[in-house]
């Protein structure tokens, strides 16, 4: 069974960091992409970061390019997103979740699997 745990959210002021960290089971990551996603207030879910499984390729969403960067650790079973740079629109409900591996395993439909949400919320 997929386990997904996600810790590492609080409250910083723009221009300030986070490290967010998603302990995982149950699954090997070579056979799933793997992402982090975030869901504002009033605005649809979407995904931030992703490792594709398919090809390796590390993808970010136009808004964090530069700014987040997301890896895993195979020791150690997590998946971590460092945020610097924050804006007061990083706001948002962070989730880490699967997808089984495909072409498209980083499209926000494909994401089957999530861990519990963490909050980071950025002040202006």
């Known amino acids: 069974e997929v386990q997904l745990q996600a810790s590492g959210g609080g409250l910083v002021q723009a221009g300030g960091s986070l490290r967010l960290s998603c302990a995982t089971s149950?699954?090997?990551?070579?056979?799933?992409?793997i992402g982090w996603l975030r869901q504002a207030p009033g605005k649809e879910r979407e995904v931030v970061s992703c490792i594709s499984a398919s090809d390796g390729i590390r993808y970010y969403a136009d808004s964090v390019k530069g700014r987040f960067t997301e890896t895993t650790d195979d020791a150690k079973n997590t998946v971590d997103l460092q945020m610097d740079s924050l804006k007061p629109e990083d706001t948002a409900v962070y989730y880490c979740?699967?997808?089984?591996?495909?072409?498209?395993?980083?499209?926000?439909?494909?994401?089957?699997?999530w861990g519990q949400g963490t909050l980071v919320t950025v002040s202006s």
């Open positions: 979740a699967v997808a089984p591996i495909s072409t498209s395993d980083c499209d926000l439909l494909n994401f089957g699997s």
């Open positions: 149950g699954f090997r990551f070579n056979d799933y992409g």
